[in-house]
C-alpha cells in the first residue's frame, strides 16, 4: 500500500473481481466504518450532499490487510516486527463485507483493472490468503506491462528516451505496484509503436494494427483523461492509408471515450476537496476564459517550489510522496535522459515522417495542458492562484510520446550506433536502480521495531 492512493485502487480491483464495474451510493448508515474518513464530519457531509457513488461492499479481510499496510504510510519510522509481519500474511478472504469509501476512484473506466480483478479472482478461487492474492494481482499487473512492451518491440523497437523514461526510479515503482501508472505507461508505450509503424507506408497495415491502436487509445483515454488528445491518432492513420476500417474505429473509440468522461465527470462523488463550484462550471468557466487558465498554469510553472516538486516527482518520488532519492541522482538521472535523447535523434527519415512526428509533438504538448485543466476541475478550489494536485508521474506519457518523436520511423542506424544505444542505456539503467533500492532501502529496510 506504499502507492499514491493504493488502497483505492486495490478496492475498486476486488469490486470489479465481484462483477461490480460501478460504485455504489454512500448508504444511511454506515456499518463499522469506513476507517479513513469516517471521522471527518465535513467529509461525510460534502459526500451525502452530492449523493453520487462513492464506495462499494469490500471484503473484510482485505480491508483489514490494507489497514495493517497503512500504518507504514501514516508513520514514516514504523516498521513490522516479525510476530506483525506473520500475522499479516495469515489474513484470510472474510466471509462478510461491509462498505467503504473510495473517493475519485470512479473516474477510471474498468478495463485497466483487468490484472488486478484476475489476480483476486484467483486468489479467491485457490483459497489464497489476502496477501498472496495481493501479490499475484501485482505479479500479473506486471506481466501485463511486460507483455505491452514485448509487443510494442515487435512493432517498432522503442526509442532510445523511451526505454529510458521506463528505466526512471518513478516508472519501476509504479510498474512493480497494483496501481494503474505502470499500466498506462506500457499501453502508451505500445500505441506510439503501433501509430509509428502504421504511419509508414512503407510497411504494410494488418487489421490488427487498426484494433490495436483504438482499443489502446480508449483505455488510455478513460483511465487518464489528460491523454484524450491521443484519439486524434486513429482518424490520422485513416487518412494517410485511405482507411475506413480507422476512420470507423476512431469514431468508435471518440464516441465511448467522450461518453465514459461525461458519465465520470457526472456521477463520480470526489468530496475530499471541498469546492463551491462543479467540474462542469469549472470547465465552462475556463472555455469561455481561456487567458485565466494559461495565467494559473504559467503561475504554477514559474512557482520555484512547484518546478522542483515536478521534476523530481518525475524522476523519482516513492511511497506516498515521502521517500526522495538520493539528491545527486536527480540531476544525474536528468542528464542521462538527454544523453539518451541525443543518441536516439534520427533525422535521415525526416522527410517521410516529419507529419507523424510532429503530430506526437502536438498531442504531448496538449496532454500536458490536460494535465492542469483535469487538476483545475478536480481538484483544485476556485479561484486559485496555483493549480494543485500535479505530480510529475503525471507527465510521464507526455514524455513517451516526445521520445517517439525523436527518432520517429528510424531507432538504429547501424552496428556502431546499436552498441552505443545498448551502452548508453546500460549505464542509465544501472543508475536508475541503484537509486531506486537506495531510496527504497532507507525508507522500508530499517531494523523491524520489536
Known amino acids: 500500500m506504499q502507492s499514491p492512493d493504493e488502497m483505492s485502487h486495490i478496492e475498486r480491483a476486488y469490486l470489479i473481481s465481484k462483477g461490480r464495474f460501478f460504485l455504489e451510493k454512500l448508504p444511511p448508515v454506515l456499518v463499522n466504518g469506513p476507517r479513513k474518513y469516517a471521522e471527518d464530519a465535513a467529509f461525510m457531509e460534502r459526500a451525502r450532499q452530492h449523493g453520487g457513488p462513492i464506495g462499494g461492499m469490500v471484503d473484510q479481510g482485505l480491508l483489514q490487510y490494507i489497514a495493517f499496510n497503512f500504518e507504514l504510510v501514516l508513520d514514516y519510522n514504523r516498521r513490522f516486527s516479525d510476530s506483525e509481519n506473520n500475522q499479516i ?23 485497466i483493472y483487468t490484472p488486478q480483478a484476475l489476480g483476486f479472482s484467483i486468489g479467491r478461487l485457490f483459497d489464497l490468503n489476502v496477501g498472496n492474492s495481493y501479490y499475484l494481482a501485482r505479479g500479473l499487473v506486471l506481466a501485463a506491462c511486460f507483455a505491452l512492451f514485448w509487443l510494442a518491440s515487435r512493432l517498432l523497437t522503442p526509442n532510445p528516451l523511451a526505454v529510458a523514461i521506463l528505466f526512471l526510479p518513478m516508472s519501476m515503482f509504479q510498474m512493480l505496484s497494483p496501481t494503474i501508472d505502470g499500466l498506462t505507461t506500457a499501453l502508451a508505450v505500445l500505441a506510439c ?85 462543479t467540474s462542469a462550471e469549472l470547465l465552462f468557466y475556463y472555455l469561455s476564459n481561456p487567458t485565466a487558465f494559461f495565467e494559473v498554469v504559467s503561475a504554477s510553472l514559474s512557482n520555484p517550489t512547484l518546478f522542483t516538486f515536478y521534476q523530481e516527482s518525475f524522476i523519482g518520488i516513492l511511497g506516498w510522496l515521502d521517500t526522495k532519492l538520493p539528491h545527486y541522482f536527480y540531476p544525474t538521472l536528468w542528464l542521462g535522459l538527454a544523453i539518451c535523447a541525443l543518441v536516439g535523434v534520427s533525422w535521415h527519415t525526416l522527410q517521410r515522417d516529419w507529419f507523424p512526428r510532429l503530430l506526437l509533438i502536438g498531442v504531448a504538448l496538449t496532454s500536458v495542458c490536460l494535465i492542469f485543466l483535469a487538476l483545475l476541475l478536480t481538484w483544485t478550489p476556485h479561484p486559485t492562484s496555483l493549480v494543485q494536485g500535479v505530480q510529475g508521474r503525471y507527465f510521464v506519457v507526455p514524455m513517451i510520446l516526445l521520445a517517439y518523436s525523436v527518432s520517429g520511423f528510424a531507432v538504429f542506424r547501424g552496428p556502431t550506433h546499436r552498441v552505443l544505444t545498448w551502452v548508453v542505456l546500460a549505464g542509465f539503467a544501472l543508475t536508475a536502480l541503484t537509486a531506486l533500492m537506495m531510496a527504497l532501502f532507507s525508507r522500508y529496510g530499517s531494523a523491524a521495531v520489536s
Open 193 to 277: 509503436s503501433l501509430f509509428m509503424a502504421a504511419a509508414d507506408l512503407s510497411r504494410g497495415h494488418p487489421r490488427f494494427s487498426s484494433w490495436g491502436l483504438a482499443l489502446c487509445v480508449f483505455i488510455l483515454a478513460t483511465a487518464r483523461t489528460h491523454t484524450l488528445p491521443l484519439l486524434v491518432l486513429p482518424f490520422y492513420i485513416a487518412w494517410v492509408r485511405r482507411s475506413p476500417r480507422d476512420l470507423y474505429l476512431g469514431c468508435t473509440a471518440t464516441a465511448a471515450t467522450l461518453g465514459w468522461v461525461l458519465y465520470a465527470m457526472n456521477s463520480t462523488n470526489d468530496p475530499r476537496v471541498a469546492r463551491s463550484h
Open 89 to 111: 500474511s495469515k489474513i484470510k478472504w472474510a466471509s462478510n463485507e461491509e462498505y467503504h469509501l473510495l473517493p475519485g476512484a470512479g473516474y477510471y473506466f474498468p478495463a
